[in-house]
């Protein structure tokens, strides 16, 4: 037994956990127990360093990934473990090489495709069309996509933009190592329609899933290109073949014991498969699945498994109109001006300085707005008439409940002051603003409710609370063991939701209040920007905008704090303050360790001078964080605070800079800068005396 060199249980039913002793047969080669019912976590195969191929998918295995996985193997072994429960293990680094396979591999992603290799969706797409296995070519006016990844027997690909991609088991076992061939190509002449699209074809020995990523959500149509290219019709032993598999798409068994020349009637010949189907978490799954139907040795040894030449997606709704060159900048400053002239006049109207009858309900009901309109008493309903152990936090123009619509929803339910007309204001600046705004790292904004006094905004419900609270947060009331990826990637996400406001979307905006309570965290510790009732619309003609002052002291860029100088750089030094808390496990508003110091960002700046960032480090890490990651995202912040706004990066500079694709360059700047308490005291003084100016006239 100890010389055994394959082990295969593909397929048999197998319950319980995967045996210890297995790591006893030191002369092991292959592993492959998937599609079984194997629980619990996996052994510790570490030292059977001959077991270069193991294949675990579709069980039900949990605890967290090996270790001995991810660090003491290299491209050489081929690991799928797709298809499974683990945890996540966020103290390993992001698992992203080709030879490991984790597809759907974790049981916190709620059907999502959740993986540090795969950047958040910005824009919704409504169609994909991939020729697989083949190169990009145009057939009318539809753009296939090439799909010529060699392919590999662990595998998860992902095209360079990330829209989509495929996860690939197995390898065929009866030819050698090192001649894989997982894309196939017709030798003969094919003449059906559209050839080009039957010339190759993927091919997989066990599991293929296709996904597309960042598709509207709503109903689609799924066309699989099929066409028989390997086996022929003629008298030959290429005609005995048979090919039978399964085709799974969004995970209902559509297609079961599919043959493609069956289907055909012949080889060469081209099928099309339509069926529909739904999409509601911006995701579509495709799977194609071998079962161990059909000839293996047939013309040749190791010729089986499923066969597909294209797909095909495309929404059944009709998408938003599309812009291109002059007529999207035309739209976008219509929309531009149409969301300024609505915030003025509501403004204005809202002050009472119109006539006229008509509620502020009817007067939202009739805007087309991207929201819904609640009831107050849906309202209170939902959040128990307001009750104190719904309350989330309260903040300068109203408090955060917590409530539950009948059909299970949770929202979160921002309850705006009456008193308040600076509260009225933000109220219509921020309905105006993210009504407009769609992006995985802004929060999304489901409605609103007004009735007489009554001033409502519905969002999102976000499980972990804000940043500040899951950061800064008493140990008992509610401070999360924030670790260093997850710390990582909230950086990276509110990089990537700035990027959007700042350079993507087609209102371009300045925040003015970035800071880590405005910072919401999903179930999943996602960041999401909130709190749009500052905004300001930055108008590409301008170079600045001169603004009365708003925001948060310790958060708030020089240039605006003192002479109401705005631009989206602003937002890029508060982005740089947020970067530091992240880094330090600090709050910028409380940290005064002693009168050395004024602030963290002055601790940075000596810290940087002596030479040792290290120290700025959250020392709740311990040895457990990436130090180049570390210290690369405060040199970062730095960068983000320097004097001159047009000296600090983009936002989009700093994704990249975040992520590794694009060098930092350390920038020494002078503590005295920022360490003069007079400086300091000035600018507390200049933002005091701008909050306390009446802003009540129409």
Not at 220 to 228: C, D, I, N, Q, R
Request: one cysteine or more.
């Amino acid at each position: 037994m100890k010389g055994l060199e394959k082990l295969i249980l593909r397929s048999c039913n197998i319950r319980g956990r995967i045996p210890e002793y297995i790591a006893n047969l030191t002369n092991l080669e292959i592993l492959d127990l998937s599609f079984n019912r194997l629980e619990g976590t996996i052994p510790n195969f570490g030292d059977v360093f001959g077991l270069t191929k193991i294949y675990l998918t579709s069980n039900k295995l949990t605890g967290l990934t090996p270790e001995w996985m991810i660090k003491e193997r290299d491209n050489r072994y081929q690991i799928d473990l797709s298809y499974n429960n683990f945890s996540k293990n966020s103290l390993q680094p992001p698992t992203c090489r080709d030879s490991l396979n984790l597809y759907r591999s974790f049981s916190i992603q709620n059907k999502s495709i959740l993986s540090e290799c795969l950047n958040p969706c910005s824009k919704d797409k409504y169609s994909l069309h991939i020729n697989c296995g083949g190169k990009q070519i145009i057939i009318g006016n539809i753009k296939y996509e090439g799909d010529e990844d060699a392919g590999a027997p662990a595998e998860l690909f992902y095209n360079n933009s990330a829209s989509w991609g495929f996860s690939n088991t197995g390898h065929f076992w009866d030819i050698s190592s090192g001649r894989y061939q997982y894309i196939t190509t017709n030798v003969s002449i094919l003449r059906m329609n559209n050839s080009e699209l039957y010339t190759t074809a993927r091919l997989s020995p066990l599991s293929l899933t296709y996904f597309a990523r960042c598709l509207a959500n709503g109903n689609y149509t799924v066309k699989l290109h099929f066409a028989e290219i390997v086996f022929r019709d003629n008298i030959s032993y290429y005609s005995v073949g048979r090919r039978m598999f399964d085709v799974y798409i969004q995970g209902k068994l559509e297609l079961k014991d599919f043959n493609i020349e069956e289907e055909a009637h012949g080889v060469d010949k081209e099928v099309i498969v339509k069926r529909k189907a739904v999409v509601n978490d911006k995701t579509l799954e495709i799977r194609f699945q071998w079962t161990g139907k059909g000839t293996t040795g047939a013309p040749v040894r190791g010729i089986y498994g499923s066969l597909i030449s294209a797909i095909s997606v495309e929404a059944d709704f009709k998408r938003p109109a599309e812009s291109k060159g002059k007529i999207y900048i035309v739209v976008g400053v219509a929309l531009a001006f149409c969301l300024v002239a609505f915030i003025t006049l509501s403004i204005l109207w809202w002050r009472g300085c119109f006539g006229g009858r008509e509620s502020r309900e009817q007067f939202l009901r009739g805007l087309d707005l991207k929201t819904g309109v609640f009831t107050f008493k849906q309202i209170k309903a939902a959040t128990n008439n307001f009750d104190s152990g719904n309350k989330l936090g309260e903040g300068g123009f109203g408090s955060v409940y917590k409530g539950v619509l009948l059909d299970g929803t949770c929202i979160a339910v921002k309850y705006l002051s009456a008193r308040s007309k600076q509260g009225n204001r933000e109220f219509l600046n921020e309905l105006g603003m993210i009504s407009a705004l769609e992006h995985p790292n802004l929060v999304k904004l489901h409605g609103c409710c007004v009735e007489g006094k009554q001033l409502v905004l519905v969002y999102e419900y976000m499980d972990n609370n804000s940043l500040a609270h899951s950061l800064f947060g008493q140990e008992e009331g509610g401070q999360l063991k924030l670790d260093w990826p997850t710390r990582q990637k909230i950086c990276v996400g509110i990089a990537k939701g700035l990027t959007f406001l700042h350079e993507e979307s087609a209102l371009k905006i300045v925040h003015r209040d970035i800071k880590a309570s405005n910072i919401l965290l999903d179930r999943d510790l996602n960041p999401k920007i909130s709190d749009f009732g500052l905004a300001k619309l930055d108008e590409e003609e301008n170079t600045h905008i001169t603004t009365r002052v708003a925001g948060t002291i310790g958060y708030m860029a020089p240039e605006y704090a003192l002479w109401g100088y705005l631009t989206d750089k602003a937002d890029v030094y508060s982005f740089g303050v947020v970067a530091l808390e992240l880094v330090t496990g600090k709050s910028n508003m409380k940290f005064h360790p002693s009168e050395n110091y004024v602030c963290l960002l002055d601790w940075a700046l000596v810290s940087q001078q002596k030479g040792n960032l290290m120290e700025l480090v959250d020392p709740r890490f311990g040895s457990e964080f990436n130090k180049e990651e570390a210290i690369r995202m405060i040199k970062i912040a730095l960068l983000c605070h320097n004097p001159s706004p047009a000296l600090r990066p983009t936002m989009s500079t700093v994704v990249r800079m975040l992520e590794g694709r694009t060098p930092v360059h350390e920038l020494i700047m002078d503590p005295s800068i920022y360490g003069d308490k007079l400086r300091f005291e000035a600018l507390r003084n200049q933002f005091n005396s701008f909050t306390t100016e009446s802003t009540s006239e129409c």
